[in-house]
């Protein structure tokens, strides 16, 4: 299986959500090839520039910080560009996991 991480921190590949993605990819590389997306990495980033790693996903795992007890700006930005995909094959069929970690710390 493939699995796509989704890493939308604030902090992009350094940080505590980078860390726990970090020892996801270490237990998930056991079993499935794991890509990674650094939201951060491309804020201008759209569908048309994540449809083929979404695509090429068996699976996905978010991961986000908590902002004022929400999720990333980042997280929200990809939620709302991600939109005309719902219910598209995209997405149908695949679990998700989602990761979250600790309140700006």
Do not use: I
Not at 16 to 40: C, G
């Amino acid at each position: 299986p493939r699995v796509l991480l989704l890493n939308a921190a604030l902090g992009g590949a350094t940080g505590n959500t980078a860390q726990a993605l970090a020892r996801v990819r270490r237990q998930l590389a056991r079993h499935a090839s794991v890509s990674e997306l650094v939201l951060a990495d491309e804020p201008a980033a759209g569908l048309a520039d994540w449809r083929a790693a979404l695509a090429a996903a068996d699976g996905f795992v978010f991961a986000t910080g908590t902002h004022w007890d929400g999720w990333s700006s980042h997280l929200q930005r990809f939620l709302e560009v991600a939109t005309p995909a719902e219910c598209s094959p995209l997405w149908l069929g695949k679990p998700a996991v989602v990761v979250v970690t600790e309140h700006s710390v």
